[in-house]
């Protein structure tokens, strides 16, 4: 079984760029969530995907959009980057339609984002 | 709204010693919960998990938690700790499919 994995590690970027992230989700799972974790706090819901679609968001603006493909890969896109930006960007799949033992989230090892 | 609170930031604690980690959420609805660990510049792992049946639910490395409705408690314990513990704690809870809320976290250090 291979786990959630997420590109790249580490990153800097300046303000007012754009930035992508990848994340290959958990063999077997179909969904995929994104979290922001600032320094210091838990973990923050940004939004989730199912069948390609986004499928539930929190409370982030409209410049933070994804995507998902058809192997349950998905991809988080900020742009206009801003200083707040800066934090561990974690992935984390489960498996919808597995009843609600499947639906366990597991998180990859994330990636960090620094903009300067 | 909901919410999610740990009412400790920092734990310090002796080796071998007993812990409690403690967990409140507000819900009025049924909910999943989860406690996750954290190890520094790494992800979260899931620690263990609350979605029917038994109260009482047992994790990995011998953590257990116990899930309270009349209290919308969800603490974490473990009766002996280890030096390996020293990690940062994070309780979860999911409302629906879709919405997953984490706490603020709770820092575990355990000294020799």
């Known amino acids: 079984e291979t786990g959630v994995t997420q590109s790249p590690t580490h990153l800097i970027k300046t303000r007012g760029q754009q930035v992508t992230l990848r994340c290959s989700s958990q063999s077997g799972h179909n969904t995929v969530s994104w979290y922001q974790q600032a320094l210091g706090q838990g973990p923050q819901f940004i939004f989730q995907?199912?069948?390609?679609?986004?499928?539930g968001r929190g409370n982030f603006p409209p410049r933070f959009s994804g995507l998902q493909f058809p192997n349950y890969s998905s991809e988080l896109n900020v742009n206009a980057l801003e200083l707040d930006d800066s934090a561990l960007y974690l992935c984390?799949?489960?498996?919808?339609?597995?009843?609600?033992?499947?639906?366990?989230?597991?998180f990859g090892p994330g990636t960090r984002l620094l903009v300067l | 709204a909901q919410s999610v609170t740990q009412l400790d930031s920092q734990v310090p604690v002796f080796e071998e010693a007993p812990v409690e980690l403690r967990c409140n959420y507000s819900?009025?609805?049924?909910?999943?919960l989860f406690w996750y660990v954290q190890y520094p510049n790494q992800g979260l792992q899931l620690l263990l998990k609350?979605?029917?049946?038994?109260?009482l639910v047992k994790g990995i490395n011998g953590f257990e938690a116990e899930f309270n409705k009349s209290q919308t408690s969800f603490h974490l314990r473990k009766p002996s700790v280890h030096i390996s513990d020293t990690a940062e704690y994070f309780c979860a809870v999911r409302y629906n499919f879709n919405k997953f809320y984490f706490g603020s976290g709770t820092k575990l250090n355990v000294k020799p």
């Open positions: 984390a799949s489960s498996l919808r339609g597995g009843g609600a033992f499947q639906e366990t989230q597991y």
């Open positions: 819900s009025s609805v049924s909910v999943y």
């Open positions: 995907y199912y069948r390609e679609e986004e499928n």
């Open positions: 609350y979605l029917s049946g038994s109260t």
